[in-house]
């Protein structure tokens, strides 16, 4: 079987690291910038709530940027936001990316669903197509086939 591989996005990445990075800026200037007699004025649980949604508003930034997709012998392991997923290559039917679709999808044995591999999407243009193309070809060779069972599209 090839090298373990890890796939990120670098789009998203940049994004969320940009992103998070303005809103703290732009949240430490417009509290300093407000008059000392205003900022008097915000009781402690105020304060806390506005850190509270500029921390909510970070992790969701860089949440997506920093999900990733490892394809080794054993499957794969995805990681989308938060959570963590390790889908075995026996359980992969196949894997489906389609014009207009931001991120590929696997396509779980027996689920209804299929789960989007956020570590791999459309703003990176041709380096994801590129990182499907070789996912498609490791399942294949996980299953020891030209090419796998199922839809791929």
């Not at 079987?1 to 200037?29: C, F, Q």
Request: aromatic fraction near 8%; charge should be neutral.
């Amino acid at each position: 079987m090839t090298e373990p591989v890890t796939y990120r996005p670098r789009a998203a990445l940049r994004m969320g690291v940009s992103l998070s990075s303005s809103l703290v800026l732009a949240s430490l200037l417009g509290w300093t910038m407000t008059p000392q007699h205003i900022r008097d004025l915000f009781t402690p649980i105020q304060v806390l709530t506005l850190l509270l949604f500029l921390a909510i508003m970070i992790a969701m930034a860089l949440g997506l940027g920093l999900s990733y997709v490892r394809a080794d012998g054993d499957g794969l392991t995805f990681r989308n936001g938060v959570r963590t997923h390790v889908v075995p290559w026996a359980e992969i039917k196949a894997f489906r990316y389609r014009d207009g679709d931001p991120w590929p999808s696997v396509v779980v044995r027996g689920d209804i669903e299929q789960r989007p591999l956020l570590g791999v999407q459309r703003s990176d243009r041709d380096l994801a197509e590129e990182h499907v193309a070789d996912l498609r070809a490791r399942l294949a060779e996980a299953y020891g086939v030209d090419r796998p069972e199922g839809p791929s599209q």
